[in-house]
């Protein structure tokens, strides 16, 4: 499996988490509305499901971008001895 396609946070995936979100809270308000009781599937989707994949991106971008900072000053350091 490639974690770094699939939780490496960019941008583009920054904007389109923001738009599912929204769309998710959007579709949970409206079925309610259209149809007058509770449905659980956009309400997951929006709350627990989404923001835990953000908190695991930004923690593995983090890590990403922290050994990939190391592993250029490693090979800055050994070009110059």
Aim: proline letters at 2%; glycine letters at 2%; zero cysteines.
């Amino acid at each position: 499996m490639n974690f770094k396609k699939l939780f490496l946070l960019t941008w583009k995936k920054l904007l389109l988490l923001i738009l599912l979100w929204v769309i998710a809270v959007i579709l949970h308000n409206l079925w309610y509305a259209v149809f007058g009781f509770e449905e659980a599937v956009f309400f997951t989707i929006a709350f627990p499901i989404l923001p835990v994949y953000f908190i695991i991106s930004v923690i593995y971008s983090l890590i990403y971008l922290i050994n990939n900072k190391n592993k250029k000053t490693k090979r800055k350091t050994r070009k110059k001895k």
